[in-house]
């Protein structure tokens, strides 16, 4: 018996049995589910109808995430699965879908900050943030200029600073891994990842 997606075999709201009139169809069918897990990249292109492909990833383990404050995208190595709103089994499993919460690395993120605005990050005292500003020396009077003018609009907000500093960013997938075969996202930020944060605080309390 094939997966199915019609609902002949359903019974009917009053709860009765529904007979069937007819066979299963070709273009109900249905297929098992990707359960991509964290690992290195094994991606299978599936045929559908029409030609159509599909590319289901088994095994995928960076992708490309947006900082949205920042305008900035760069490809990330996806550390770990650590919530999913939908099933804790699947953070368990390490199951990559779209919508779970991963912590991906942050060294793209940082040395893209450093580059843009010549404010170094580091894990200062007590686990916060330090902020200092890189030498200007060997550059130009131009680029210093532009350095400064960057500096002076720049907003970083204090819980994003601190995951920037620890070398782990919260990110959420928002691209569907079992049908185009990538996990790409974006980084969390303001009251998302405040919310997020709260969850996993929550959590953790439950284990201790």
Not at 38 to 56: E, H
Not at 107 to 125: D, L, N, Q, V
Request: proline share 3%; aromatic share 6%; hydrophobic share 30%.
């Amino acid at each position: 018996m094939g997966i199915s997606r019609d609902s002949r075999h359903k019974r009917r709201h009053t709860g009765g049995k529904r007979h069937p009139h007819m066979k299963k169809r070709k273009y109900e069918m249905g297929r098992q589910p990707a359960n991509t897990r964290l690992g290195d990249k094994r991606v299978r292109p599936v045929r559908c109808r029409g030609g159509n492909m599909k590319y289901r990833a088994l095994r995928l383990d960076s992708g490309n995430f947006s900082w949205g404050a920042e305008v900035c995208t760069r490809k990330a190595r996806v550390l770990d699965v650590v919530y999913n709103s939908t099933n804790n089994e699947l953070v368990r499993t390490k199951t990559l879908v779209k919508g779970c919460i991963v912590s991906v690395d942050a060294t793209p993120f940082r040395a893209w900050y450093e580059k843009h605005y010549g404010i170094e990050i580091s894990k200062g005292k007590g686990g916060s943030a330090d902020e200092t500003a890189v030498s200007t020396d060997g550059k130009g009077a131009h680029a210093v200029k532009r350095l400064a003018a960057r500096q002076s609009k720049r907003r970083l907000e204090s819980a994003l600073a601190d995951q920037l500093a620890s070398g782990r960013l919260l990110a959420a997938v928002s691209s569907r891994p079992g049908q185009c075969g990538r996990v790409d996202g974006y980084i969390l930020e303001g009251p998302e990842l405040a919310f997020y944060a709260r969850k996993l605080a929550t959590k953790k309390s439950r284990k201790a």
